[in-house]
Nanobody, 128 residues
Framework: QVQLVESGGGSVQAGGSLTLSCAAS?????????MGWFRQAPGKEREGVAS????????AYADSVKGRFSISQDNAKKTLDLQMNSLKPEDTAMYYC????????????????????WGQGTQVTVSS
């Protein structure tokens, strides 16, 4: 099965930048996948941040990060990256990488219930 491992989290000051990476394994090269980045802060529900359709190229972003975050696929490194700029304290959360086979379903998508594979998360902390 597909396995995902996130990296790149850390602590930064407001206005700073971080790049998160999601390394995937156990997948079938060439297959279409719907990929997503989610985050969950203490006491809050997990929310979709960004999504990308591998095989289609479409992207989607939550309104709260639009214009600041960018999701992309690095074919050379075989990773899914999330470039986060102009970070705000409210961006503080555990960030998770998610994946699902396309299967004719709509992608990009930001609903956590529509993804089957999840990484363990990487913490992002933004201080004021």
């Amino acid at each position: 099965q597909v396995q995902l491992v996130e990296s790149g989290g850390g602590s930064v000051q407001a206005g700073g930048s971080l790049t998160l990476s999601c390394a995937a394994s156990g997948y079938t090269q060439g297959d279409r996948y719907c990929m997503g980045w989610f985050r969950q802060a203490p006491g809050k529900e997990r929310e979709g941040v960004a999504s990308l359709y591998i095989g289609g190229g479409g992207t989607a972003y939550a309104d709260s990060v639009k214009g600041r975050f960018s999701i992309s696929q690095d074919n050379a490194k075989k990773t899914l990256d999330l470039q986060m700029n102009s970070l705000k304290p409210e961006d503080t959360a555990m960030y998770y990488c998610a994946a699902d086979s396309w299967g004719g379903k709509t992608c990009p998508r930001l609903r956590q219930t529509e993804y089957n594979y999840w990484g363990q998360g990487t913490q992002v902390t933004v201080s004021s």
